[in-house]
């Protein structure tokens, strides 16, 4: 039984070793390993097992013979078990550089774990290619760390959560909004810029909620049931929290509706606002000024200041609610000058 069980860890600590120090670039022989487990666990083994060991990996295709090794030489093997591509950890790795509100040190660690999913030669590249990170962020990073692990075990658990919601007051400090408690059904967590959202239902509300994760407070996942999206009072909300995963647009919550506008510009820069999959060419004008689009939003003060951020560029052409609220709002903030 022991020698069983002296083997069964010498191979799981070839393997390692060989999921560290060899890829397709870099190999071992049964030497180099040799001289690994006696460095690093203190195993002692002669080649001849290190090679059995090694063949057993072969055949569960973990690990390859280097190319053109003859059986009876020892050329070496490399671990060929990696899940991803170089330029597949590289895209991980600067979506997870441009990830606002956490610290350098976080996204610098998470960024070292990534890096680790390949073997040294590609580990090597993506250390010489790796986005340089100075931004600090203040006591942010801790909520948002601690609120996304708590929320996504509520979301995995199917069960309510309950907290305090914060935003910032003119000296920057947290303030606790006039809401009180939050008790909340919690759905989907998602990411709009900078920031993550949970998206929630909460009793008496008439649409589904989003809270910005980094101002949660005091998270407390309840023993109650979420109320699944397709039982909700307000109606089954299935494809509406779909759309909030495939949806950039920061119109987050509000009745569904389709905006037409003419657009005197480039149309990826409507894409970039409201989302590629919620733009959609019509016609162009007839007078040769721009083209017309079709966007599909939720109605409410996000929609809003996203056309206002599109400038004189645009105009809006219906539907009246929409056209008469967007020039009540202009002529309001020509008032004011």
Same mark, same amino acid.
Request: charged residues 30%.
């Given at each position: 039984?022991?020698?069983?069980? =002296?083997?069964?860890?010498?191979?799981? &600590?070839?393997? *390692?070793?060989?999921? /560290?120090?060899?890829?397709?670039? !870099?190999?071992? +022989?049964?030497?180099?390993?040799?001289?690994?487990?006696?460095?690093?666990?203190?195993?002692?083994?002669?080649?001849?097992?290190?090679?059995?060991?090694?063949?057993?990996?072969?055949?569960?295709?973990?690990?390859?013979?280097?190319?053109?090794?003859?059986?009876?030489?020892?050329? =070496?093997?490399?671990?060929?078990?990696? &899940?991803?591509? *170089?330029?597949?950890? /590289?895209?991980?790795?600067?979506? !997870?550089?441009? +990830?606002?509100?956490?610290?350098?040190?976080?996204?610098?660690?998470?960024?070292?774990?990534?890096?680790?999913?390949?073997?040294?030669?590609?580990?090597?590249?993506?250390?010489?290619?790796?986005?340089?990170?100075?931004?600090?962020?203040?006591?942010?990073?801790?909520?948002?760390?601690?609120?996304?692990?708590?929320?996504?075990?509520?979301?995995?658990?199917?069960?309510?959560?309950?907290?305090?919601?914060?935003?910032?007051?003119?000296?920057?400090?947290?303030?606790?909004?006039?809401?009180?408690?939050?008790?909340?059904?919690?759905?989907?967590?998602?990411?709009?810029?900078?920031?993550?959202?949970?998206?929630?239902?909460?009793?008496?509300?008439?649409?589904?909620?989003?809270?910005?994760?980094?101002?949660?407070?005091?998270?407390?996942?309840?023993?109650?049931?979420?109320?699944?999206?397709?039982?909700?009072?307000?109606?089954?909300?299935?494809?509406?929290?779909?759309?909030?995963?495939?949806?950039?647009?920061?119109?987050?919550?509000?009745?569904?509706?389709?905006?037409?506008?003419?657009?005197?510009?480039?149309?990826?820069?409507?894409?970039?606002?409201?989302?590629?999959?919620?733009?959609?060419?019509?016609?162009?004008?007839?007078?040769?000024?721009?083209?017309?689009?079709?966007?599909?939003?939720?109605?409410?003060?996000?929609?809003?200041?996203?056309?206002?951020?599109?400038?004189?560029?645009?105009?809006?052409?219906?539907?009246?609610?929409?056209?008469?609220?967007?020039?009540?709002?202009?002529?309001?903030?020509?008032?004011?000058?």
């Amino acid at each position: 039984m022991a020698n069983k069980e =002296g083997g069964r860890k010498r191979l799981l &600590a070839i393997l *390692d070793i060989l999921k /560290k120090h060899s890829d397709a670039e !870099i190999h071992m +022989t049964s030497e180099d390993i040799r001289k690994k487990l006696m460095e690093d666990y203190d195993i002692e083994a002669d080649r001849r097992s290190i090679r059995t060991d090694v063949k057993a990996l072969i055949e569960f295709e973990l690990v390859e013979d280097a190319p053109n090794c003859a059986k009876r030489d020892d050329r =070496g093997c490399f671990y060929c078990g990696q &899940a991803f591509d *170089d330029w597949e950890l /590289k895209m991980m790795i600067d979506g !997870i550089a441009q +990830t606002g509100y956490f610290k350098a040190e976080t996204l610098n660690r998470i960024i070292d774990q990534v890096a680790d999913l390949s073997g040294p030669s590609s580990r090597q590249l993506l250390t010489e290619n790796r986005p340089v990170l100075e931004t600090e962020i203040d006591d942010s990073d801790f909520y948002l760390s601690l609120n996304l692990d708590a929320l996504m075990g509520a979301i995995k658990q199917r069960k309510q959560v309950r907290f305090q919601y914060f935003k910032l007051d003119e000296k920057k400090k947290p303030a606790l909004t006039g809401e009180g408690i939050h008790v909340v059904n919690p759905y989907v967590i998602t990411k709009r810029g900078f920031f993550y959202y949970l998206v929630t239902y909460k009793d008496g509300d008439q649409f589904i909620r989003p809270f910005r994760i980094d101002r949660i407070r005091n998270v407390e996942v309840l023993k109650e049931k979420r109320i699944p999206p397709e039982r909700l009072p307000i109606g089954d909300m299935t494809s509406e929290l779909k759309a909030y995963r495939k949806n950039n647009t920061d119109s987050f919550t509000g009745q569904s509706t389709s905006v037409e506008v003419l657009w005197e510009d480039e149309p990826s820069v409507l894409y970039d606002v409201f989302g590629l999959s919620n733009v959609e060419f019509v016609r162009a004008d007839k007078d040769g000024s721009g083209r017309v689009f079709v966007i599909k939003v939720q109605k409410n003060q996000g929609l809003y200041h996203n056309l206002l951020r599109l400038g004189s560029k645009l105009t809006v052409l219906g539907p009246a609610s929409v056209k008469d609220e967007y020039v009540s709002m202009v002529r309001e903030i020509c008032g004011k000058y």
